[in-house]
Each structure stands twice: as structure tokens, then as C-alpha cells.
């Protein structure tokens, strides 16, 4: 089935610099990959997604980029703020299986903006 | 005007009880979805449902036992429960199910569950 690792597990950075998080995904038939923020007590919030057909996709301070030969997606924020603080959670979509169409989440990443 | 929406928000209850988390959505959505968020923060499909029908058991014990009186509405019934089942458990919908677009999953609120 699928797995899905993400990295770093927390992240911790200045306002105003950039963070990186990164996934890796087992299944090369999945077909799309959402990235949810959670900030403390919340429910998980869609960010920005990316389908299997599309190599980056940004918005406003936000992108993600997917290289399907390795396997592997990343978010990218720039000019970080304190209210991007929160965990980040990647998920890939199994396109077939007898899990298809569920997501498989990374165990999260934890990001602090210190201002 | 809540997309998702689960009660109760908590529930704290002793070992061994049964207990039921409602969720309701008003998109419009053909399928939902019951994840588990542990304490590590680790979200878990459990099953996902297609027009009231179960699609999918993520291998979860039957204790727990969902039910979808109709394709809005998701209840999530336990049995017997153990410490381990102390989490938060999210709801969730997408338009479709399977390959057809558009793919997103929206969430509900949340409901901590404690088991003492």
C-alpha cells in the first residue's frame, strides 16, 4: 500500500526566511497530493494541493512542487509569519487498491516562526 | 453555515462504555470520511463512505461501527471502549469518491474523545 514519510518532524525559523518541508511517497500511481495546516485545537485546513499531471503550482506565499520520477513533493512558504506557525501535513491519494481514492497522511511537521 | 460539522466537540467517558460522535455535511458531498488523530498527531483513515454506502474499512476493530442514515450524515458508533481509543476523531467529505475530480477532503471540527 502506500507510505507516505515526511520530513523535517519540526522546523523552526525567523520571520520573514523561507520553509521547506518534504514528502516522499511508495505508490508511483498516486495521483494526487494535498498539503492540510492544523493549528493548535483546529481542524485540518487544505493549503494547497498539486495533481500528478502538474509539476508546481504557488499561491500568494505558498507553492508546491512534485517530481514524479523520485517520488517526492514539497511546500515551500516564503516570508514566513508567526500565524504560519502551526503542523503541516502532506497526504498523497491512492488511485488504485482497495484504498482508492483514500488519503495517506505524513505524520506532520511542526513549524515555528519565531518573530 | 458550518461545512462540516460534528458534536459532540468532547466526550470524556470510562472504559467499557459505548458511545456515538455524530457529523453532518451541507456541501452537497457523495462521500465521507472518519479519521483518527492521535496523540502524536497522526491522522488515520478508518473508513470511508460513498452515498451511504461503506467503501472503505481501513482494518479498524469492530467496535466500531459507522452508520450513514444518508449521504449527509456520518455517525460514528463505539463499543466497548478502551484507553487506546482516546484520541481526536475528524470527519471529513469530499464531492465524489474514486477517480472522479475534484479530490478535496474537507474536515470537520473535531471530537477529543478521553477514555478514563
Known amino acids: 500500500g502506500e507510505n507516505v514519510e515526511q520530513h523535517p518532524s519540526t522546523l523552526s525559523v525567523q520571520e520573514g526566511d523561507s520553509a521547506v518541508i518534504k514528502c516522499t511517497y511508495s505508490d508511483s500511481a498516486s495521483n494526487y497530493f494535498p498539503w492540510y495546516k492544523q493549528e493548535l485545537g483546529k481542524r485540518p485546513q487544505l493549503i494547497i494541493d498539486?495533481?500528478?499531471?502538474?509539476g508546481e503550482k504557488k499561491d500568494q506565499r505558498i507553492a508546491v512542487t512534485l517530481n514524479k520520477t523520485a517520488k517526492h513533493f514539497s511546500l515551500h512558504i516564503t516570508e514566513t509569519q508567526p500565524e504560519d506557525s502551526a503542523v503541516y501535513f502532506c497526504a498523497a491519494r491512492r488511485k488504485y487498491g482497495g484504498s482508492q481514492g483514500n488519503l495517506i497522511f505524513g505524520k506532520g511537521t511542526k513549524l515555528s516562526v519565531k518573530p | 453555515d458550518t461545512a462540516v460539522s460534528q458534536t459532540p466537540k468532547y466526550l470524556v467517558t470510562q472504559m467499557g462504555n459505548d458511545k456515538s460522535i455524530k457529523c453532518e455535511q451541507n456541501?452537497?458531498?457523495?462521500?465521507m470520511y472518519w479519521y483518527k488523530q492521535d496523540s502524536k498527531k497522526f491522522l488515520k483513515i478508518m473508513f470511508s463512505y460513498n452515498n451511504k454506502e461503506l467503501i472503505i474499512n481501513e482494518t479498524v476493530p469492530n467496535r466500531f461501527s459507522p452508520k450513514s442514515p444518508d449521504k449527509a450524515h456520518l455517525n460514528l458508533h463505539i463499543n466497548s471502549l478502551e484507553l487506546g481509543d482516546s484520541a481526536v476523531y475528524f470527519c471529513a467529505s469530499s464531492l465524489h469518491w474514486g477517480l472522479v475530480r475534484p479530490y478535496e477532503q474537507y474536515f470537520g471540527p473535531g471530537t477529543r474523545l478521553t477514555v478514563t
Open positions: 498539486i495533481r500528478s499531471n502538474v
Open positions: 456541501l452537497g458531498h457523495d462521500t
